[in-house]
């Protein structure tokens, strides 16, 4: 008796679950089907200085070796295309939930003879690839989109797709100082989810061991940072790390 109504319950609760992730599916594949015909020009703002643009420092830090490499929310590929082009011995693959993002990737990836690259529609909340297929993941202004408790989802999922040891690169917006900073809240206001202000103040240390990474290094760029961050075998996963 108890466990059947148990069971009922947790039918209820996946169900409520299932309802959240179609709306919030439905809410992104809008605000990206609009936004992917102007999404590339983002890049012409504060990522054009490529000595400083964050998308480039991420490539130069991932080797040219027989790699396997995830871009989670690739969106138009900004970041896994510099990779892919400066690195041909590793494998890319990239995953998002919007038709028109992911057509606009294709189609730059196929303009650009690009081979070492593939482009899937997939929820990065739960991926169909199997436990440790991944040496590397990254995702690049993706984790501000998700509130805390879908972004937890998704960095335990990749978590789950990436190989013990295997690294994790985050690049999303910092707020910087000053006048400048007061004129970034406006557009990220105007253009970004609610949660943006909150995302802004989150402590990675203590964020990502509960995904099960742990950060190794933050390096800060125009109103942006990348954290690199290191997949521990399960028995160390939260110990606190010097390196
Ligand atoms: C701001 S864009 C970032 C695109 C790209 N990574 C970049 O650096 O420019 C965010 C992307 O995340 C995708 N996205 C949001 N939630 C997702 C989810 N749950 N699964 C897969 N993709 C998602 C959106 O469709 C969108 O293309």
Known sequence: M?????GKDRHLRDQKKDFAMKDYERLIRW???WLATFYDLFDLTFLLDK???PRYALASKIPNEPLRILDVCVGTANSSIVIAE?????????????PEMIAKAKDKIRRRGIRNMSIH???AA??????G????AMISFG?????YELMMTVLREICRVLKEGGKLYIVDYERPGGITGLLFSVYLRIFEPKHMPRFLTYDWAKVLPGAGVQINATEKYPFSKMISAIKRPAASSYEVTRD
């Open 126 to 131: 739960s991926m169909s690839f199997p436990h």
């Open 133 to 136: 297929e991944f040496d590397i």
């Open 31 to 33: 605000k990206f089907k």
């Open 86 to 98: 400066a690195n041909d011995q590793n494998e890319i693959v990239g995953i998002d939930l919007s």
């Open 2 to 6: 108890i466990r059947a109504g148990m």
């Open 51 to 53: 000595k400083r643009n």
């Open 143 to 147: 984790l501000h989109e998700l509130g």
């Open 121 to 123: 529609k997939m929820d």
